[in-house]
């Protein structure tokens, strides 16, 4: 199922965040975890799904993903501690 989605990826708690923006959450961070693609977060082994939005349009999307990696790294974190403030894993609740 396709649905727009921004969401914050990282290595551990308060370490490396990496922000990304899909179409499909669910098969974007299987990627992330699976170390399929070479990239950043290959590199820095950002397999835990620390923070999700999802958004009826891919526009919209894209924008929030553009203004959150301008962000200070301060604010990322308190964007994450706001709902997930044990920095857990949120791979279980986007699988079901």
């Known amino acids: ?12 708690p308060h370490g490396t965040l990496y922000t990304g923006v899909t179409s499909q959450l669910i098969k974007r961070v299987h990627q992330h ?4 693609v070479k990239g950043f977060t290959d590199k820095y082994n950002g397999t835990h799904l620390v923070h999700y939005e999802l958004y009826e349009d891919m526009n919209q999307a894209i924008q929030r993903e553009k203004n959150i990696k301008h962000w200070l790294r301060e604010w990322k974190i308190a964007l994450i501690e706001k709902n997930n403030p044990e920095w857990r894993d949120l791979w279980d609740e986007i699988i079901g």
Not at 33 to 36: A, E, L
């Open 33 to 36: 975890k699976s170390h399929v």
């Open 1 to 12: 199922m396709k649905q727009p989605a921004v969401y914050i990826v990282t290595n551990k």
